[in-house]
Structure formats: C-alpha cells, structure tokens
C-alpha cells in the first residue's frame, strides 16, 4: 500500500516548461535560458523527475518518501557524474530542496501554484551561514 504522502506529489506529475533567470554565472542578470522538465510515477511509489535547460543533457531525479523519518528525499544525478541526496519538504504552497554537505550547502525554496513553481536555487560555502544565489528558475505546466 503506497503512502499518502505520495499522493501528494501527484501535483508535479505531468510536463514542464522551464525558465532560468537572474544566474550569476550567465554572461548577463537578464539572460533567460529555456529548457523542460517531466515527472512521471515509477511503479506508483517513486517519482522520476528529469530536467534540462538549454543544450544541457538531462538531468535525473528520483523523489521518494522515507515512512519511518516522515520525509521526502530527492536523489539528484546529472552528465558531469554528480550525485547528491536533498532533503525534501512539500506543503500546499511550498516545495523546498536542501543539501548540507561538506563541500558546499545547496538549498531550492519554491512557491507552488496551479500550473506554476517559481523557484529559487541558492549555495553556501560557509555552512548555511550566507547563501548566495545561484538563479530562478521558473516551471510553467505545458499545455496538455
């Protein structure tokens, strides 16, 4: 029997459009680059999520939900070889991401709307003590 925690995930499920914005490591602030995301259900208990922005390959995600923690987790693998796990918090409103690692803290706050995420990707290099941000990034549901 699959959590009812999973159930709440069913908002993701479905294809994206993405836009980047405001990355600090883009030739310019107001440079937008375009991409897509999808999230589909594996097996109805794991959710597979991929994204990709400009001519980037894909990357790969993995959404679960630990019943003894009372949490969600998000594998994280993309083309350079890198993995991590994110910590995951998902309310009616909100979806955030949150990495602490040794080599550098990531963290993704997000505000959830019908058929829209507005997001904001962030990194620290000192332990969560000032975080930096990283870009924007904007989901819009694709038409059906």
């Known amino acids: 029997m699959r959590s009812p925690a999973l159930d709440r995930l069913e908002i993701f499920i479905g294809t994206w459009d993405l836009t980047m914005t405001n990355a600090f490591f883009l030739d310019s602030l107001d440079e937008r680059v375009g991409g897509s995301a999808s999230f589909e259900w594996l097996d109805d ?3 597979v999520f991929r994204w990709g922005l400009g001519p980037t390959p894909p990357t790969l995600c993995v959404i679960g939900y630990s019943t ?5 987790h998000m594998l994280y693998h993309d083309d350079r070889g890198v993995a991590r796990i994110f910590a995951m918090e998902l309310s009616e409103d909100r ?16 505000r959830l709307e019908t058929d829209k995420i507005v997001g904001v990707w962030e990194a620290s290099e000192d332990e969560g003590k000032t975080w930096r941000k990283d870009f924007d990034l904007i989901f819009d549901r694709a038409p059906a």
Do not use: K, T
Request: aromatic share 20%; glycine share 0%.
């Open 68 to 72: 003894p923690e009372e949490q969600y």
């Open 95 to 110: 979806w955030s991401l949150l990495r602490e690692n040794s080599d550098f803290y990531q963290r993704f706050e997000a």
């Open 45 to 47: 208990v794991l959710v």
